[in-house]
């Protein structure tokens, strides 16, 4: 049962209740209509103290699309937290108006605070460099549709691991399917956090690799993650400028993948897919970008209990 809860973390959810989205999800993408009207009359708040585009406008139009409506902020300036108020009261604030709350924040361990404040369900949408739980629901499902299952698979993680708060939640999701096998390709100044390898890989017992270059993992691979470094959670310019190109997946490097491979990505890019590899079919994370909407609105459907 799902009605009420708050998603914080990917393991929030049992692989049960994960399933119930899955299928939610499918649903709605097969009959739109049934769902057009189910949140009529409720209200979203989606709290971004931290620029998004595709979290934040995928939320608020599977609200729409569910038949609610959207308040919120999308620049903290332009709310009473630029006056110093507290998470704790913004939220409760929150909860007297609105029936579902969304917050991105950059202190990991915000949306918590939120919770714990908060009478209405509170949906983590990426805390700093820690989780990022609809994304890795976004991820999953893409995985499920274009790879038939979600067991099996040997995925790579390429880029900014160390930062990168949607490869945390993915490998944690992850490491509840069997026969997973996790390839980490990233330079040795973003490597996984020692908490994920320790607290995830290695006590779920999972096999996985560590490499540096892209090429040595291809072939392998049937699910390649490709993701950005981020220039927000450096401290030093000169570090972000010396690693933004580490990897640049290209024509010539797709060569070495397999025909079935597919490309998957949070999204935003910088350099790091180049735009010719969009055309390719193996190339997957515009599909995955729209996935995202169908995944929060079957969130949207479960947290508040509705029904088509
Ligand atoms: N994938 C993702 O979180 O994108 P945005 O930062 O645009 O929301």
């Known amino acids: 049962m799902l009605k009420g809860k708050h998603l914080l973390e990917p393991m929030d959810f049992t692989l049960e209740e994960t399933d119930e989205i899955f299928a939610t999800a ?22 971004f103290y931290e620029p998004s585009t595709r979290t934040r406008l995928s939320f608020e139009a599977a609200m729409l699309r569910l038949g609610g409506q959207v308040i919120g902020f999308s620049e903290p300036g332009s709310s009473s937290v630029s ?5 704790a009261d913004t939220t409760k604030t929150i909860g007297c108006y609105a029936d579902i709350a969304v917050m991105r924040h950059p202190k990991e361990g915000a949306p918590r605070v939120a919770a714990m404040n908060s009478t209405i369900p509170v949906i983590n949408a990426g805390d700093g460099g820690h989780q990022h739980p609809t994304q890795t629901l976004t991820d999953l499902m893409t995985i499920r ?24 939640s993915l490998i944690k999701a992850l490491s509840r399917y069997s026969n997973i096998k996790i390839v980490l390709i990233s330079p040795k100044e ?3 956090p020692e908490y994920v390898r320790k607290e995830v890989l290695i006590k779920n017992n999972i096999e996985f690799k560590e490499v540096r270059k892209l090429e040595d993992a291809l072939p392998e691979l049937d699910v390649l993650y490709m993701t950005r470094v981020q220039r927000e959670r450096f401290f030093n310019e ?9 990897y640049i ?5 797709m060569k070495l993948a397999k025909d079935d491979m597919i490309i998957m990505h949070p999204l935003p890019r910088v350099n790091e897919i180049a735009v010719e590899v969009d055309d390719d079919p193996r190339a997957r994370y515009f599909d995955q970008m729209k996935i995202g909407m169908y995944v929060r609105m079957a ?5 508040l209990g ?3």
């Open 249 to 253: 997946l290209d024509g010539a490097k």
């Open 26 to 47: 499918d649903d709605i993408i097969d009959n739109p209509k049934k769902y057009a009207h189910v949140a009529d009359g409720m209200l979203m708040a989606t709290l």
């Open 299 to 303: 969130l949207v459907v479960k947290l």
């Open 190 to 192: 973003l490597v996984i």
């Open 306 to 308: 509705l029904e088509a």
């Open 83 to 87: 006056k110093g108020e507290s998470i």
């Open 238 to 246: 000169e570090d972000y400028i010396r690693l933004k190109d580490s």
């Open 145 to 168: 549709t274009y790879k038939g299952r979600l067991e099996n698979l040997t995925v790579g993680l390429c880029g900014d691991l160390m930062f990168g708060r949607t490869v945390h």
